[in-house]
């Protein structure tokens, strides 16, 4: 199974010109399509279009591992110094979470921890150097958070 997503997007670069001061559009992003083996991107300046198509050898494809202990979107995972991976809130059909579950790549499984203090999704992780993983703003499905929890 292929898996591709298509972000379309209208960007532009803008540069102002020493003469007149005037901006001037010099290149528009179109779209950009990415699949598991191909990635093509698509720009364009005022006089010309660019098609940009870069695609990798090999790989088995997607392998299905075990499945989470809660279904969950708008949630964030982190890789953590020890190889597992930490997946925090997000959303499901009861609303907003708080929790929180580890994947052992080994093994395949996933054991819930710990809570957040706060249920949030589109909120952002960062692993830091001493390995804690910063969690910071989102929203709680009422509104935005500027909390933040270690």
């Not at 698509?42 to 494809?61: A, F, I």
């Amino acid at each position: 199974m292929d898996c591709s997503v298509r972000f379309s997007t209208l960007t532009s670069l803008l540069i102002r010109t020493n003469i007149t001061g005037d901006w001037k559009n010099v290149l528009s992003i179109k779209w950009i399509y990415i699949s598991l083996n191909q990635i093509t991107s698509t720009t364009s300046s005022p006089s010309t279009t660019t098609t940009t198509t870069t695609t990798t050898t090999g790989g088995p494809g997607w392998t299905i591992t075990g499945n989470m202990s809660f279904a969950r979107e708008y949630h964030t995972a982190s890789i953590l110094i020890n190889g597992l991976v930490l997946v925090a809130g997000g959303f499901n059909s009861r609303g907003c979470l708080n929790s929180t579950e580890l994947y052992h790549p080994s093994t395949g499984t996933w054991t819930t921890t710990g809570n957040m203090n706060f249920a949030r999704g589109y909120h952002t992780a960062s692993t830091l150097a001493n390995g804690l993983v910063l969690v910071a703003g989102g929203s709680n499905g009422n509104g935005s958070l500027s909390s933040t929890e270690l």
